[in-house]
């Protein structure tokens, strides 16, 4: 074992990544289904949708799709005013609302539920701050300074990092996008943040991401690396090593 920094190769950590990746998404359409069902989603959104029927109906449209490439004008006013009188009607407005609402929140506690597990429960149990991909593709975490990661910066590194910053901000401001909300510093913000992680990768030493910055981590090779328990156990290794480079210079 070698107590310089062992990085991590790229394609290890984008294998363990990957890996990590799937499973949280899988998880999290778990959790997100089991609210859905618990907040009766299906039912406010079937409420949601006779009304789409009752006005499209109204004025002879599909307001449910999108307006068809060969429809006449007719259709295109007809369909208008049933958008329209959708949006005046206070009821199916604030169903919308809620359905909106209940989405995000469904995508948001399923996430934080699934990156606790994977980013956070395990990488303790593990060990080294090693996930089940970091575990099989031989690579873990520790603090900058060659000590184990504690579980302070491996909370910072999971939920502010990777769930706050890296994952539900991107979420919300495509969200935003999707819903006509967008505004142009919004998309300046997500293209910021892709911006900052492309550069914090090529140009800082330990090749860090966002959440390795704010945690003051590093993602190094397991089969290399020598991890210390504590500062003192790091510092007393290195005197060792300096004292015995020192002696065998003076033996020459």
């Given at each position: 074992?070698?107590?310089?920094?062992?990085?991590?190769?790229?394609?290890?950590?984008?294998?363990?990544?990957?890996?990590?990746?799937?499973?949280?998404?899988?998880?999290?359409?778990?959790?997100?289904?089991l609210i859905s069902r618990i907040a009766k989603f299906d039912v406010k959104y079937q409420q949601f949708d006779a009304y789409m029927v009752k006005y499209g109906e109204e004025y002879g449209?599909?307001?449910?799709?999108?307006?068809?490439?060969?429809?006449?004008?007719?259709?295109?006013?007809?369909y208008n005013k049933a958008?329209?009188?959708?949006?005046?009607?206070?009821?199916?407005?604030?169903?919308?609302s809620i359905l909106i609402n209940l989405a995000f929140l469904m995508i948001s506690i399923g996430l934080l539920l699934s990156f606790l597990i994977f980013e956070f429960?395990?990488?303790?149990?593990?060990?080294?701050?090693r996930t089940l991909g970091k575990k099989i593709f031989q690579i873990g975490v520790m603090q900058i300074n060659g000590v184990k990661i504690n579980t302070f910066a491996?909370?910072?590194?999971?939920?502010?990092?990777?769930?706050?910053?890296?994952?539900?901000?991107?979420?919300?401001?495509?969200?935003?996008?999707?819903?006509?909300?967008?505004?142009?510093?919004?998309?300046i913000v997500l293209f910021a943040i892709l911006i900052m992680q492309?550069?914090?990768?090529?140009?800082?030493?330990?090749n860090s991401l966002i959440h390795?910055?704010?945690?003051?981590?590093?993602?190094?090779?397991?089969?290399?690396?020598?991890?210390?328990n504590s500062k003192e156990e790091m510092i007393q290794y290195k005197e060792q090593v300096h004292l015995?480079?020192?002696e065998k210079a003076e033996y020459k």
């Amino acid at each position: 074992m070698i107590y310089d920094l062992q990085k991590a190769s790229l394609l290890k950590r984008f294998s363990a990544f990957l890996l990590d990746f799937i499973l949280i998404c899988i998880v999290a359409v778990g959790f997100a289904a089991l609210i859905s069902r618990i907040a009766k989603f299906d039912v406010k959104y079937q409420q949601f949708d006779a009304y789409m029927v009752k006005y499209g109906e109204e004025y002879g449209v599909d307001i449910k799709n999108v307006i068809p490439d060969d429809a006449s004008q007719e259709y295109k006013d007809n369909y208008n005013k049933a958008n329209e009188a959708l949006a005046k009607d206070k009821d199916a407005m604030r169903l919308y609302s809620i359905l909106i609402n209940l989405a995000f929140l469904m995508i948001s506690i399923g996430l934080l539920l699934s990156f606790l597990i994977f980013e956070f429960v395990l990488p303790i149990i593990l060990k080294n701050g090693r996930t089940l991909g970091k575990k099989i593709f031989q690579i873990g975490v520790m603090q900058i300074n060659g000590v184990k990661i504690n579980t302070f910066a491996l909370f910072a590194r999971a939920l502010l990092g990777k769930y706050a910053v890296e994952t539900m901000v991107p979420i919300l401001i495509l969200g935003l996008i999707i819903l006509g909300r967008g505004t142009v510093v919004v998309v300046i913000v997500l293209f910021a943040i892709l911006i900052m992680q492309i550069v914090l990768i090529i140009a800082t030493k330990t090749n860090s991401l966002i959440h390795d910055v704010l945690s003051s981590t590093v993602v190094v090779d397991m089969t290399t690396q020598l991890i210390f328990n504590s500062k003192e156990e790091m510092i007393q290794y290195k005197e060792q090593v300096h004292l015995a480079e020192v002696e065998k210079a003076e033996y020459k």
